[in-house]
């Protein structure tokens, strides 16, 4: 008996140390790839820091050299025609209508395929998620013309409107997934006490579907503050740039290049994006974990 004892000590020690070994053995690899990716980004904001002269000459070092300073960030923020806090204006308001459009417009069309019976639903369905296979390029010189004819070129009509007509299949695609998850017994017990379609959607869909709402509003954000093509395509007055068309200007074929500038303000640009992250990370985990769940 003793020695069936000791031998189950031996197994239980031994299957202990093998996890703990598993586990610090993962732990170093995970430090060792999230080092391998947070590299650059290192880089970036010391580079920020240097000289223009050392930039290109310090290595691979993510340590400012001695004589940091911010010069970098002043000439930046100052070294376009228009200042560069105007260009971070245009690119919020772009975005922040662009969440909204997003969200208001995908979450209705959502609802319509989720919860309404109407003809060619499951048609109309299938149409809608075919226009995600197709490629930017295919409808950009049909979208060019369009609203080139209706006078909206150089504005940020075509960067926005689009969004408050439901033209993202993937979100909606989405918060159907969420919305399908819902049990209808809310929506019977509603219409039993006299709600219609539209209060059903604003008084029981939509408080429920916050997190597939947020996870709607947190990618809308990041997809259009780094949107590069599409205010490439339509803007081309440096009033109305956003900061990513902003980054462009300090690159020149001429070699006149301000590369300290574009990296502080490529770091500036990096601020929003992590802020509105962290904000709503809680709602964006919960609405992709639970997307096409029963609940």
Not at 109 to 121: P, S
Request: aromatic share 16%.
């Amino acid at each position: 008996m003793t020695t069936d004892a000791e031998r189950l000590t031996v197994v239980t020690g031994s299957s202990v140390t093998r996890r703990k070994v598993i586990s610090i053995v993962s732990h170093v690899l995970l430090i060792g790839a999230s080092i391998v990716m947070l590299y650059p980004l290192l880089w970036l904001m010391a580079s920020s820091f240097r000289p223009e002269n050392e930039i290109f000459t310090s290595g691979v070092s993510v340590l400012p050299s001695a004589n940091w300073s911010f010069d970098s960030y002043v000439r930046g923020w100052n070294g376009l025609r228009v200042g560069f806090g105007q260009l971070f204006i245009n690119s919020f308001v772009i975005s922040a209508l662009s969440v909204i459009g997003n969200v208001v417009a995908c979450s209705l069309a959502a609802y319509a395929f989720a919860r309404l019976e109407f003809a060619g639903r499951r048609f109309w369905f299938a149409m809608m998620l075919m226009t995600l296979m197709l490629p930017y390029q295919v409808t950009l010189i049909p979208q060019y013309v369009l609203f080139l004819n209706l006078g909206w070129v150089n504005t940020i009509l075509p960067l926005v409107v689009p969004k408050f007509l439901a033209a993202d299949a993937f979100f909606i695609f989405l918060m159907v997934q969420f919305f399908r998850g819902i049990p209808k017994e809310l929506d019977e017990a509603a219409r039993m006490d006299g709600a219609g379609p539209w209060r059903i959607y604003w008084k029981i869909i939509l408080p429920l579907s916050m997190p597939v709402l947020a996870t709607a509003a947190i990618f809308t954000f990041i997809w259009t503050w780094d949107d590069f093509f599409g205010p490439l395509i339509y803007l081309n007055d440096l009033r109305q740039y956003t900061v990513m068309l902003g980054l462009r200007t300090f690159t020149d074929n001429t070699g006149m290049s301000d590369y300290g500038g574009m990296f502080a303000m490529s770091v500036l640009s990096l601020v929003p994006i992590f802020v509105f992250f962290l904000l709503f990370q809680r709602l964006l985990i919960e609405g992709i974990a639970t997307t096409g769940m029963k609940r």
